[in-house]
T-cell receptor, first 110, second 111 residues
Framework: TQLLEQSPQFLSIQEGENLTVYCNSSSVFSSLQWYRQEPGEGPVLLVT?????EVKKLKRLTFQFGDARKDSSLHITAAQPGDTGLYLC??????????FGTGTRLTIIP | NAGVTQTPKFQVLKTGQSMTLQCAQDMNHNSMYWYRQDPGMGLRLIYY???????DKGEVPNGYNVSRLNKREFSLRLESAAPSQTSVYFCASSEWRVGAFFGQGTRLTVV
C-alpha cells in the first residue's frame, strides 16, 4: 500500500515558468520531508516540515505542510535547468519508518 | 564529516553468488534503511532498523537479509543473487523530525 501519492508523476516545463508538485496521503504524519535526486546520485534532503500549516522557503522553492498534516506541496518559482531531477516527498508517523512518495520527475527545458 | 558511506560503489555478480553491501553512518542516528531503485522508478524499502539490534521487513525483503551490527553499521546480504536483483541500492540513516541522509549508492548487476 502506497501511503504517499505524488502528482504529477512527470512534468516538463520551460525555463522561467512556475510549477507546483503535490504530495497527498490519507494518513497524518508527524513530519514530512522533500528530497531531490539527480541522475547517479542519492536523494538529498531539501527541507523538513513538522507543524501543520508550516511554510518554509529555500531560495526559489516554497514548501507547505497541510493544516491537517496529511499533505504537502512544493512550489518552484522561475524554474531553472538546474532544478531538473526527481523530487520525492517522505513522511514519518511518530518514530516509525520513513515512507517515500511515488516521485515527480521534473524536466526544465532551457 | 562523511555522513553515510556505502561500499562497494559498483559490483557485478553471477547468478547464485552471494555478497554483502556495507553501510556506515557517523551522525549517531537511530534509524537506518536499505532501499533499491530500479531505472526510472522511485525508492522501494527492503529493510529497516529502528535501533541497534532491531530490524523489520520493508516492501521488498525477499532474497535479502540484514544485520544491524551496532548503531553505526547496517549491512545488506544477498545470499543467492538473481538477475531480478539488478538495481541501485541505497543505504540511509535518519533521525525523528530531521530527515534522512543517503549514501552514494551501490550499482549492482547480476548476470
Amino acid at each position: 500500500t502506497q501511503l504517499l501519492e505524488q502528482s504529477p508523476q512527470f512534468l516538463s516545463i520551460q525555463e522561467g515558468e512556475n510549477l507546483t508538485v503535490y504530495c497527498n496521503s490519507s494518513s497524518v504524519f508527524s513530519s514530512l520531508q522533500w528530497y531531490r535526486q539527480e541522475p547517479g546520485e542519492g536523494p538529498v534532503l531539501l527541507v523538513t516540515v513538522v507543524t501543520g500549516g508550516e511554510v518554509k522557503k529555500l531560495k526559489r522553492l516554497t514548501f507547505q505542510f497541510g493544516d491537517a498534516r496529511k499533505d504537502s506541496s512544493l512550489h518552484i518559482t522561475a524554474a531553472q535547468p538546474g532544478d531538473t531531477g526527481l523530487y520525492l516527498c517522505a513522511g514519518a508517523r511518530g518514530n516509525e519508518k520513513l515512507t517515500f512518495g511515488t516521485g515527480t520527475r521534473l524536466t526544465i527545458i532551457p | 564529516n562523511a555522513g553515510v558511506t556505502q561500499t562497494p560503489k559498483f559490483q557485478v555478480l553471477k547468478t547464485g553468488q552471494s555478497m554483502t553491501l556495507q553501510c556506515a553512518q557517523d551522525m549517531n542516528h537511530n534509524s537506518m534503511y536499505w532501499y533499491r531503485q530500479d531505472p526510472g522508478m522511485g525508492l522501494r524499502l527492503i529493510y529497516y532498523s529502528a535501533s541497534e539490534g532491531t530490524t523489520d521487513k520493508g516492501e521488498v525483503p525477499n532474497g535479502y537479509n540484514v544485520s544491524r551490527l551496532n548503531k553505526r553499521e547496517f549491512s545488506l546480504r544477498l545470499e543467492s543473487a538473481a538477475p531480478s536483483q539488478t538495481s541501485v541500492y541505497f543505504c540511509a540513516s535518519s533521525e525523528w523530525r530531521v530527515g534522512a541522509f543517503f549514501g552514494q549508492g551501490t550499482r549492482l548487476t547480476v548476470v
